[in-house]
């Protein structure tokens, strides 16, 4: 009978990040009080059967599983991989979720797009517009007026002040401080770039580069 299938949840990604994800999504199952509901990772290159009590299963038999619906929410800090497992997952008509650590605070006007990984902490003040499939690890927080594009990775410990536009496909390393802008004249971190692990950035980043140090500099290719 279809009434019994159970609802699959899923983490994509048993590696670290998908590790550190996979509790609060226990968490929020709960505090929703879904019912009737089985966890489980995704992994492609995982051989355990189960990862810290929960189930692991490759996307392809993922697929076969029956279920009433299936979620997936995708831990995969790199966000270029990330991206292709969204493609993977829209093409076969599974829903994305997003999950969102019980400690996450949010003011007013902040929209996030869908597919949102948010972690213990995670602060955002008021008056913020984010993209689809962000991440943002424990610690993290994003300022009023920012604007943040699709697939942008923060993380652990980011400091993203205010008036600062992200460009899709950026990825900020852990402890970086990234200066105000101003309405007139944000702050840019272009498309694509990286900014190294606890970089001071004073001014806008072009796309495509990667920045380190105090103050961030570009780190030429050797
Ligand atoms: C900036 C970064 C992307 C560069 O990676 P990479 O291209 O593989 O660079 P390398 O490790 O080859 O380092 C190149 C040089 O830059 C230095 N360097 C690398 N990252 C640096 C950083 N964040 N700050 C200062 N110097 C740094 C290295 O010491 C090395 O110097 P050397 O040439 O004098 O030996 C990477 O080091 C980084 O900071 N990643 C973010 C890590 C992170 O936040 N992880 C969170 C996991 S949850």
């Known amino acids: 009978m279809g009434s019994s299938l159970k609802y699959l949840y ?61 979620y997936v929410a995708i831990a995969i800090a790199n966000n270029r991989i990330r ?10 008509n599974l829903k994305h979720w997003s999950v969102r650590a019980p400690t996450v605070t949010s003011m007013d006007e902040v929209q996030i797009g869908e597919g949102a990984i948010l972690c213990n902490y995670v602060h ?3 008056n913020i517009k984010i993209g689809k499939f962000f991440h943002a690890n424990y610690f993290s927080y994003v300022a009023h007026d920012c604007i943040i594009g699709d697939y942008v990775t923060f993380a652990p410990g980011v400091k993203c002040n205010g008036n600062i536009h992200i460009e899709d496909h950026a990825y900020i390393g852990t402890g970086a401080v990234i200066k105000q802008g101003t309405s007139d004249k944000p702050l840019v971190i272009g498309k694509g770039a990286v900014v190294g692990m606890g ?20 780190l030429e290719k050797k």
């Open 10 to 70: 899923a983490i994509y990604g048993a590696s670290g990040f998908g590790r550190g994800v996979m509790p609060l999504a226990r968490e929020q199952l709960i505090t929703e009080n879904i019912q009737n509901y089985e966890l489980v990772f995704i992994d492609d290159g995982e051989n355990k059967q189960a990862v810290n009590g929960h189930q692991v299963y490759s996307f392809e038999a993922f697929l076969e599983l029956e279920a009433a619906d299936k």
């Open 83 to 92: 991206e292709k497992l969204v493609q993977k997952v829209d093409l076969h």
């Open 124 to 126: 955002f003040t008021s």
């Open 199 to 218: 970089a001071v950035v004073t001014k806008s980043v072009p796309p495509g580069v990667t920045v380190i140090g105090n103050p961030a500099r570009m």
